[in-house]
């Protein structure tokens, strides 16, 4: 999905990550219905500080357009959270859209951002 004008350019390209632990798999699987349900470019999930999770697909119309993984943190923001530990984005892409990455570091400067193909297998994991 194209970045928006005030978006960041940076595409940051994940590196390889090891395996995923049980609680960041579930976000995977999450990331996964977000997409499929709608048919959507891409699908997202985010955890927050207490533990809730929060899915979301890619929006696009012509007065709105928002990746995933911003829609996520907003609907996580929107509930009241003030801190992410962890986010997945699942994607045809190889990297990650620069607005989403903006997004999740507007709240977690470590939280890692896990990069999922459509089968759920984990791409990498981008930590800056």
């Known amino acids: 999905m194209p970045d928006t004008s005030a978006a960041p350019a940076a595409r940051p390209t994940p590196t390889a990550s090891g395996a995923l632990s049980a609680e ?4 995977v699987v ?4 977000a997409r499929g349900r709608v048919g959507a ?4 999930a985010v955890r927050d500080q207490d533990g809730r999770t929060y ?5 696009a119309l012509p007065s709105l357009t928002l990746t995933a993984l911003q ?3 907003a609907s996580a923001v929107a509930a009241g959270a003030s801190r992410l530990e962890a986010a997945v984005v699942v994607t045809e892409a190889s990297t990650l859209d620069g607005a989403g990455h903006a997004a999740v570091r ?13 089968d759920g297998t984990v791409l990498g994991t981008v930590t800056q």
């Open 24 to 27: 960041d798999g579930k976000l």
């Open 30 to 33: 999450l990331a996964r219905g």
């Open 41 to 44: 470019v891409e699908g997202a």
């Open 55 to 59: 899915a979301a697909a890619s929006v």
């Open 71 to 73: 829609l996520a943190v």
């Open 106 to 118: 507007d709240l977690a400067v470590d939280a890692p951002i896990h990069l999922a193909a459509p």
